[in-house]
């Protein structure tokens, strides 16, 4: 739920990166704070096991400044793709503003993009989020896996599987490479800002 | 690091917390690993809540909670405890890789269950580095 | 709602995302600032109350030591008041009693400490309470430490137990006089038992950690 100070006229939005284990979630913010950690002030904070997988989530706030008289700040947020974190997963969801969900092109995690996508819609059901409702922008990530023989999901497959009903924007990316890493979050945070402004107004 | 318990030290473990911490009359200790696995689940057979969702959050909160201390220029808090109306948690992290959570009423004194904690864990410590020689 | 004020702001958005995004100029860093000083407060048993939340919290030997040291300042202060003296006294005895059993102190002690406690600062800062009033008050926890005292003499083994349970004063206490008496009695054994633990723990073989 996006923070209105209506005074200072300050905008904070929530957005989380959602997607099944080992997608690239974290690579996608590790990725965007390489870009942009100059002209940041705060690091980014990762609470994850020692074997690097995201325990509790990843963090990475930024201020894009004044746009027509609002402050917009940002905070962007992973949550663990592993199954047995789903506690932890609806917790990091809490006050979500918008959704990016990294989905894995490897053909052997189709079944998993899947009931990722599913248990996100769980997971925002119980805050009484429609799906549907929410800003969310799909990155279909790893599509270099391709030059290295590896097999994976073409992109109409994976539109059909995940984005049919919803129509969301999509993107193929490597968030390893950088690949439309950045495309994807300018998106994801345009259409969240737009959507919060329409509400506001 | 990854480790092996065989069945004979689960059962000291199990041995040890019960002797320990649950003859206390607390409601639960909970061993868990710091990916949130659960290792050792005792309680007082009155518990009903989902241990394995608390295991997972507490890794998650206690890795929330080391962050936090590094972000201050702590190495870490040596208390992580939670003061409920009726139960309060408690969490001590042994060696790296555990944490050993603790559910208890206002009739047990925190820093008497601390101290008995730190008795058990030099047990729990004994029992788990056992593997580690083999 | 008007749409094309949306629409100005979404193309201005868009301008400071491409600008965000490429490379720019580095932020400035900004100076530390200090903590503000607390001011001090003035009441008898503030060191005190201190250090009884520290033990609530946490049981040191260093806490333990502050505790006992605090409490025979306090005993010398309140040498003429024979309730807060009393009192000051039983926390004394359960103190070096947790200090030397530390995890195998019986569990009710630190209950028992809280109690005690609190029935002193009750005695200290409450100008409404009556001569009797307090008297009562302290009857009661006396009463209570030799529960405990006898609890742990049960969960002793027999041979250590120069326990005589205390000569009939538990039942009557006709008055302060008696039951200071009784406490110093109570002290006496206490540490005779102490020391017998001591020698049995001496002769214990030693184990390696």
Redesign the interface.
Known sequence: MAFINTKTKEVQVKLVFVGPGRGGKTTNLEYIFSRIRHRIESDMVSIKTQGDRTLFFDFLPFELGAIKGYNVKTQLYTVPGQVKYNATRKLVLKGVDGIVFVADSMVDRRENNISALNNLAENLNFYDIDITDLPLVFQYNKRDLATEGIPILDVETMEKDLNAQLKAPSFTASALKGDNVIPTVKKAISTTMVAIREKLL | MSYILDQEQLDGLEEALTTDLMTLGIQSVILIDMAGNVIVNLDDGKVRHDVYSLAALAAGNFGAVSAMASIIGEEEFSLLFHKGKSENINFTKIMDDFLLVSIFGNDVSLGYLRLKIDEVIKKVKALIEKTRST | ??KK??D???F???N???D??S?????QEEPPTDAPEEPKTDLPLKDLKSTILA?????TDDVLETFIDQLDGLLAQFEDDKVNHTLLKLLKSLGKYVRAH??N?H?D???RI?AVYAALEESVSNDGMSRSEKENMLLEEVRQFQRLKALIIASKTPHVASSSQKPGSSEEIPGIDAVIKAIDELKSVMAKELGAIREELGQLPKKS?
């Open positions: 709602m008007d004020a949306n100005t702001f979404a201005d958005l868009e400071r995302l491409d965000f995004f490379d720019a100029l580095p932020p033990i609530d919290w946490e049981i530390k995890s102190a569990p002690t630190i209950k809280m950690s």
